[in-house]
């Protein structure tokens, strides 16, 4: 069985820092694997093979993190050898260097989430890629660059991003949407036995707080409704998709994007909600369609005037009208004297809000959509006849 041995190479150079390395012997040969760990000669304790300080030295939290880094390299170089050891083959010092390297290559944090990302666009889940990239991307702003691999992440590390949001204003389910993507990543790893749990997530909140409401009540509805907007194109459009989510039963901007010409059949609209694939079908009002017979018909094969030409590059033409959508609300909410941020998803708010004081049930509404998690609306949604909610839909639309 190999054994492995940590040495320091002081420096030629007079006070300068030398390097930290790992000495591997097999079968009576050795070899060398160097880092990129640097200290001073008097902060290596020869006789413990280990970097030392005093307590009042200022470099006392780097050579804790320098310790603690050599300890998870050598559990993981332990851990390569009793693979290799248990694999029944012969191998050397080398194969032990090779086989430590490529899983710094392949199971650093960066590496282990790209490669989780191409899989998910592989696999046509192209939204949640995107969360993941998010997440990726803001990790990799508060380690400024600097990889990890995925079996060092500890609480620590984790309790620490999360102040460098909070530090930044960042809103504890914002944050708690980047723990918890961290946490499937770190959770994926362990199911395909690349690491051992240490629940670095522990110390961090990885929970949903209830919102404040975005719903706006029927009479700033209706004020939306009638503004006289025919010379402001933009503003026009952008008030149009706000009645049209809000008519659809609060249906997401994604949603209405991507419903099909196909989807309205004998005065119904049927389809497939993207964020949770359940199946809705909504009836076609006549207000609706006046609504989308003020815009030429697409060239596309989509219904409403979101992605309209053939050959575009169709997520990014949705993301790129809904942010134009909602800029231009926020000039709409000025015109009718609302303060809160004004946005396509307020509409979905609403419309949970207005059957809500309508007096609608419980069991055909969502509380404004506030319940503790989807799963519960899905549950809900998923039992109810169609027709109760159409008529719930009905009573809505006749208060505009």
């Not at 880094?69 to 191998?91: A, C, H, P, V």
């Not at 702003?141 to 930044?168: P, T, V």
Request: with cysteine.
């Amino acid at each position: 069985m190999a054994s492995v041995k940590i040495k320091f190479r002081p420096s030629t150079v007079a006070d300068h820092e030398g390097t930290i390395f790992y000495q591997i012997l097999h079968d009576r040969k050795q070899r060398q694997l160097f880092t990129d760990y640097h200290v001073f000669s008097h902060e290596w304790d020869e006789n413990r093979s280990m970097v030392t300080s005093s307590q009042k030295s200022e470099r006392k939290s780097f050579i804790l993190s320098i310790r603690e880094r050599i300890r998870w390299d050598t559990e993981r170089m332990t851990k390569i050898i009793r693979q290799l050891d248990n694999n029944g083959l012969s191998y050397t010092a080398d194969d032990v260097i090779d086989e430590f390297n490529r899983y710094a290559k392949e199971y650093s944090l960066f590496n282990f989430m790209e490669n989780i990302i191409i899989k998910l666009k592989q696999n046509g889940k192209t939204r949640t890629s995107e969360t993941y990239t998010v997440t990726l991307n803001s990790f990799k702003k508060f380690r400024q660059g600097k990889d990890i691999m995925i079996d060092c992440l500890n609480s620590e590390i984790m309790e620490a991003y999360e102040a460098w949001h909070q530090q930044r204003g960042v809103s504890p389910n914002t944050i708690s949407f980047y723990t918890r993507i961290l946490r499937a990543v770190y959770n994926r790893a362990i199911e395909d036995e690349i690491i051992e749990n240490r629940n670095p997530f522990r110390h961090v909140y990885t929970g949903v707080d209830k919102t404040v409401k975005r719903a706006l009540p029927i009479a700033i509805i209706k004020k939306i409704k009638v503004l006289d907007l025919e010379l402001i194109p933009a503003l026009d459009f952008a008030r149009d998709m706000f009645m049209m989510s809000f008519m659809l039963r609060g249906m997401s901007f994604i949603d209405m994007a991507y419903l099909k010409k196909t989807d309205l059949k004998n005065g119904y609209i049927t389809y497939r909600r993207r964020k949770t694939g359940q199946q809705l079908t909504i009836e076609w009002t006549e207000e609706m369609q006046i609504l989308l017979d003020k815009y030429p018909e697409n060239d596309s094969d989509y219904l409403l005037p979101i992605i309209r030409n053939v050959g575009t590059n169709e997520r990014y033409t949705y993301r790129n009208v809904g942010y134009n959508i909602n800029r231009n609300l926020k000039t709409i909410a000025k015109k009718v004297g609302i303060a809160i941020p004004l946005t396509l998803y307020v509409a979905r708010h609403s419309w949970a809000s207005v059957a809500k004081a309508k007096g609608i049930p419980l069991n055909v509404i969502s509380e404004g959509m506030g319940h503790d998690s989807e799963a519960t609306t899905q549950i809900y949604l998923a039992s109810l006849d169609t027709s109760v909610v159409d008529k719930a839909n009905s009573l809505i639309l006749k208060s505009l």
